[in-house]
């Protein structure tokens, strides 16, 4: 944790709010946060490299030729970005100047929850977002393909999330030899997409169907349709259509995320009456690590 040299604020205030502010944030549970995959280096950016997969042949007989497979590694890079939050405040309020260093101060607990919301926004966006690769410079754009992606209309009109749409994208990662019983997979949505089972639940004509949603909306059972569900505020939302894209992924292999230095700073403002502010930096990055491995689930949020 870097601070920056002392100034009028006392030194107990400004040690104190970067040992809670690294306490907390290191025992911080994120909701999306916590079910990616975690991959930690040194630098600005990293560049992954994908073999294709192999296949084993059986061997028909003594000294046979050998069929070597050319290994054709694709590249994928992720850049680390820059993030920031800051708060500024009247270098006369003592009061405020005191509470900054207990562990329930309240700009920390703000900031904290902030920079919470910012990863799992960005992890959302993530699942379909634009990753580049290729051969160097990595700028070959490589995007979310069209069949991992579920429409706001599929099955027939435009609809909210629907037992049919989860049973489609476990289709869909089935597909590609991901399985549920095999790696852990999850299941993110948001509150009214939630209601949506809930109210197909109330109607249901599928005794299957019933029994899985409301076993899992019960509590006694942990996963739907085999995956762990997140209910989360994050999604990606397009206010014009009035649809949210909710998403399914690999927590193995869908999704990797890089945190990296978090600073906090205390600086003086003289263009400002002398006012303090408080700045938190921090660098973090995200990318979609297998196309294969997230399912992208369009809901329909308009008003019945």
Known sequence: MALSPSLDIPEHYRRQFADNWDHSVNQEIQRLGNRVRVDQWDGKEKVYNTIDELEWTERSGRLTGSTPQEVTGRARKIVKRDFKC????????????????RPDSEVQEEMRRSWNRSVDTKIAIACNQTEYGGEEPYTTAIDLPDDQKIDADFGGSAVGMTPEKLEEAVRILETHDIFAD????VLVMGPQEKRDLLQALKTATNEV????????????????????????????????????????????????VCPDSMQIKFDERPDMDHAVQISAYAQYAFMRRYEKTVVTIDCDRSPA
């Not at 500024?88 to 005191?98: H, K, M, T």
């Not at 095999?182 to 997979?185: A, R, T």
């Open 182 to 185: 095999e790696e852990d997979l």
């Open 209 to 256: 169907w019933a029994n899985m949603i409301g076993a899992w909306h019960e509590g006694i059972e942990n996963k739907l349709y085999g995956m762990e569900v997140v209910i989360s505020n994050r999604l990606q939302y397009d206010p014009d259509a009035d649809v949210a894209t909710c998403f399914v992924y690999s927590k193995d292999r869908g999704i990797i």
């Open 86 to 101: 800051q708060v500024i405040f009247d270098r006369v309020d003592d009061d405020f100047l005191g509470q900054l260093g």
